[in-house]
């Protein structure tokens, strides 16, 4: 996943030491945004937000954390400010303007490197990581979704979901249930994954619910091996006398026996293209129909919705 980072300054100074300094990693991306810039960006969501005060030219470091927090969209973003004032006075004034990270200049290079990963990582366990999964929950989908939109990027959204996972759950318990969310979840990265393509995003919306937000064209294939390999490796998870059965045997709250096919994936894809949708709500909607389509198919199925804006 590629988490993006805003370098404000009205020189070059910091954003090509930061460059070097993480040039072997290709998952952050930095972009410079000047003083007078910085309205024009926020649409954009920057993971985390880096000013180098020494390089403001005519903005005030008071102005620029304000016109960030007034943002709706960017208001738990952190923000770094790296500056070589180092008054005490300075420092309380702008950290009463929602800084969270102030750092005295010169910093070691390996300190500024571990600081911002460590910052990264800590921004998504806070934001709802699944300690199941460990995959982004609602509120950084949320976000991806929302930035993508904003930004009128052409994707699909595929929702998955587990038919039957209640009977599972009901017959062989929760932590049962528990390692097909956790294979659900290994078999859905890999192939989203496969093709190194780092602008897809996986998030796990909580039970046995997933989405994926793809960039590349070729999701269909995508949703096919999924389903090839989950059919495969669900039967993993099953007796030898449920497997030759074909179905789960549960009683009822009367305490008569039900029969429930073993569990299946239904997936349902939307294409996002340009102008189709004003917000996340109208793409969630189309999702729910998409993936009911999905799931009314016996077994392991897909449905795509590829209706185009008029």
Known sequence: MIHEIFIIEDKEDLIKELKNIFKADDEIVFKKVTSTEISDHLLDIPTLIIINEDQL???????VCKIIRDN???SIT?????????TLRHEKAILKNEVEYYIIKPVDNECLFYMIKNIIKLLYRNRGISPLTKLPGNLPIQSELKKRLLKRQEFAVLYFDLDNFKAYNDTYGFLGGDEIIKETARIIIKNVNENGNKHNFIGHIGGDDFVALVANKDY??????IILEFDKKILDYFSEEDRKRGYLEVPNRKGIMEEFPLVS????VVEV???RFHNILEIGEVGAQVKHLAKVTPGSAYAINRRTHE
Request: net charge negative; glycine share 10%; aromatic share 0%.
């Open 72 to 74: 709706e969209d960017n």
């Open 273 to 275: 293209s340009k102008g």
């Open 265 to 268: 994936l239904s997936i349902g």
């Open 57 to 63: 030219e005519g903005t005030s470091l008071s102005d």
């Open 220 to 225: 269909e294939e995508m949703c096919q091996n």
């Open 78 to 86: 952190p923000i770094m400010v790296l500056t070589s004032n180092n």
